[in-house]
């Protein structure tokens, strides 16, 4: 399967902690920059005061949960893809699933289930939409995309006439 051709799994572990460091810090910032506007003191500089403190406050802290989880979910799924020998979308789901139950495990076994629940849904979503959009495209190009070829590889007698004369009389 093509979508899974990712990088190994030792770097794909810091790849995503990274990427979903940043995606929360940058989701963050910005639900951070409306909240800590709304909440503060009318006056223009009251309110972009609030909403500057308010990001640096806690921007990276979502940055720094979501890359946990990112780490986690990663983790478990170079795990599934070691024990298991392949690649598919049943090592994600059980990947969030674990991630969400581990998450939660402070919380006691009710929400260690709950969590996972919620986990191993939120990802076969994910996949499955991964795996109808696929075939949406796939459908769309039945027999492949089609490319026009290389004109510097055709000779002179299969090169296409120009609709303003006959350029091969002066090669």
Known sequence: MEEYAREPCPWRIVDDCGGAFTMGTIGGGIFQAIKGFRNSPVGVNHRLRG?????????????GSFAVWGGLFSMI??????VRGKEDPWNSITSGALTGAILAARNGPVAM??????????????EGAGI?????????????????EDPSQLSS?????????????YQ
Request: aromatic content about 8%; some cysteine; proline content about 8%.
């Open 51 to 63: 909403s500057l403190t308010a990001i640096k406050t806690r921007a990276p802290q979502l940055g």
């Open 113 to 126: 289930v709950g969590s996972a629940a919620m986990g191993g849904i939120l990802l076969a979503l994910i």
């Open 132 to 148: 109808l959009l696929t075939r949406f495209a796939s459908a769309q190009f039945p027999n492949g995309p089609q490319f026009a």
């Open 77 to 82: 799924d170079c795990s599934m893809v070691q």
């Open 157 to 169: 007698t299969q090169l296409p006439s120009s609709p303003f004369g006959d350029y091969r009389q």
